[in-house]
């Protein structure tokens, strides 16, 4: 992953060369560093980005609604909680719509008390009652408590004042990840400086715990498919295993930029120490959750393995998202963080009035 070759060859001025004059023949205009700032500016976050997060997004609250159901149920530590393939597809789709219908805020000005707590809140209840209804497959329609609606009320309230408007903040960078580590230089413009940051530690473990649901969710579904003929495609994890996936996943991230930036480590010189770090971490984890019967895994019936805690037989799969964490961490080094628009339209616009005032002063 060589960083991006940029062409910094600019045509020589016209002095002469040994002290012989030359005939001076036309220059090539060189390009504005206006341009090359618009290429590299950051944009929205790419549609296929969205989609992915949304459905990541979708299948943590499945994970977090029913796992805190089921401890309200049996008090059960090793919090268990279900989600499937179809429902993050599911989520994806009415997260987009979600997104359309955040939008139209601006049709209720004078009146956002009416949008946010009337009118987005009932459009939200009513996708999730039809996702549970297209989830059960049954002719009965599927019923609603009182409960049901209190939480998917809450849930509203989230994606309206913290979902929506932190995702609007968030911008794609086309840069390489090499020219993004870099120190900003003297000659960056301290606006660009203040305006733009990389996304926040806490931000990037949220992110990797909510992928590490979706990576634990896909691949139970699929062995349930295969050892059960499972064709729901139900698949499961626990809630600690959003502090295993997150915390692991935050030092692998931070092992790959100190190899392979800073030390030039190549890909398979870097995969080992990824493997080795990556079984410390689960036997660590399952040798503590163990001792408050909170180990959701048990690898006793497994070939090769480590007093139940650890396998070989699962090496492939931890070598691939091995493989896949540094194209993640590719991806999220390219999201920058920046202010709110109206914030910036703000001081542009006040920026712009006094220099119109001056100008007619002058």
Request: charge should be positive.
């Amino acid at each position: 992953m060589a960083s991006r070759w940029r062409d910094g060859t600019r045509s020589r001025s016209g002095e002469p060369v040994g002290g012989l004059k030359t005939a001076r023949t036309p220059r090539q205009e060189e390009p504005s560093g206006e341009t090359e700032d618009a290429a590299e500016s950051p944009r929205e976050l790419p549609r296929w980005m969205l989609l992915y997060f949304y459905g990541m997004h979708g299948v943590t609250l499945d994970v977090l609604l029913s796992s805190l159901q089921g401890v309200l149920n049996s008090r059960d530590p090793k919090l268990v909680g279900f989600s499937s393939p179809y429902l993050c597809i599911m989520h994806s789709l009415t997260h987009f719509a979600l997104e359309k219908i955040y939008s139209q805020k601006r049709c209720f000005r004078g009146r956002p008390v009416v949008f946010h707590l009337v009118f987005y809140p009932s459009v939200y209840i009513g996708l999730q009652i039809l996702i549970g209804n297209i989830n059960t497959l049954t002719e009965q329609v599927r019923v609603v408590s009182g409960t049901q609606l209190a939480v998917h009320y809450i849930l509203a309230l989230y994606f309206a004042q913290v979902f929506h408007r932190g995702l609007s903040r968030l911008q794609y960078h086309p840069s390489c990840p090499a020219d993004l580590l870099r120190k900003p230089s003297p000659e960056d413009s301290a606006h660009n400086r203040a305006r733009l940051q990389g996304l926040p530690g806490f931000v990037r473990f949220l992110f990797f715990g909510m992928h590490g649901f979706l990576d634990e969710v896909l691949f139970t579904s699929m062995f349930n498919l295969v050892e059960k003929s499972d064709r729901s495609l139900s698949g499961h994890t626990s809630l600690w295993s959003f502090l295993m996936y997150g915390s692991c996943s935050f030092v692998v991230e931070k092992l790959y930029l100190h190899l392979h930036f800073s030390r030039g480590w190549g890909t398979w010189h870097r995969l080992p120490i990824y493997i080795c770090f990556i079984y410390t971490w689960e036997f660590s984890w399952g040798l503590v959750l163990r001792q408050f019967d909170a180990c959701s895994w048990d690898y006793s019936h497994y070939p090769h393995n480590f007093m139940g805690l650890i396998t070989l037989l699962y090496l492939p799969g931890w070598v691939c998202l091995s493989l896949y964490q540094d194209v993640l961490s590719n991806v999220l080094l390219r999201i920058k963080c920046t202010k709110d628009v109206t914030d910036l339209s703000g001081e542009n616009g006040e920026a712009n009035g006094q220099l119109e005032s001056n100008k007619k002063r002058l």
